[in-house]
């Protein structure tokens, strides 16, 4: 059983170009595929009559299309993109946000866990998005009360929010027992946005106080 992303993606990735870890789907026409169509990467290859409009839930291993769905809504990006993260090593969705990061028209915030962002990987990852340009804020830390921050959260433009317990990484979103959430409702956007910045503004206080 392969452990990895089928492919290597070229650095900037080219749109037009079919994708094998996105169903053949080039990233201009993943990016096309409406709202209602990602019922595509269900197990069934739909949604049954009669499931929500506005929320739509994927189980890992057996629905193929989790990441698809991460980049998916990652692609949707015109204004802003939220991201609390406690495993992050999926190198394709890091691509698309570091595509963003160079953007000084979309704001990006990335808030990662202290104990999952010191390795080799992860480190590699937070190197690439840009930090000193305006408009990204990647802050690293631990919970307010000193444990792991354990979220697996996405706000993008205020609408679309991801929820659930895949972490962004080859075994979270392929090979382990795992439940994402994609919704379009902007007031749950709205709530999960400002959990999101309130932890990343605390991380943010614990970066200053450990440097000084």
Do not use: C
């Not at 070229?10 to 026409?29: H, I, N, V, Y």
């Not at 028209?105 to 992860?122: F, P």
């Not at 354990?150 to 075994?171: A, E, Q």
């Not at 979270?172 to 409702?185: F, V």
């Amino acid at each position: 059983m392969a452990r990895a992303f089928a492919e290597k993606w070229e650095d900037p990735p080219d749109f037009t170009k079919p994708r094998a870890d996105l169903a053949g789907l080039s990233l201009d026409d993943l990016s096309a595929v409406p709202f209602e169509g990602l019922g595509r990467f269900k197990q069934a290859g739909r949604f049954p009559p009669g499931y929500s409009e506005q929320m739509l839930s994927f189980y890992a291993p057996r629905d193929p299309g989790i990441h698809p769905v991460i980049i998916w809504t990652l692609l949707q990006a015109t204004h802003s993109i939220a991201v609390n993260m406690y495993g992050f090593d999926d190198p394709q969705a890091s691509a698309i946000i570091r595509i963003h990061t160079l953007n000084d028209a979309i704001a990006v915030t990335l808030s990662l866990d202290k104990s999952q962002a010191g390795g080799k990987a992860e480190k590699a990852i937070l190197a690439s998005f840009n930090n000193n340009l305006i408009g990204n804020s990647i802050a690293i830390g631990r919970s307010s009360r000193g444990d792991i921050s354990h979220d697996k959260l996405l706000v993008v433009d205020g609408l679309y929010l991801i929820t659930g317990s895949t972490n962004w990484s080859f075994g979270g979103e392929e090979l382990q027992d795992n439940q994402l959430t994609l919704s379009r409702d902007p007031l749950s956007a709205a709530e999960a946005r400002t959990i999101i910045d309130l932890d990343h503004d605390d991380m943010l206080k614990q970066m200053a106080a450990a440097r000084s």
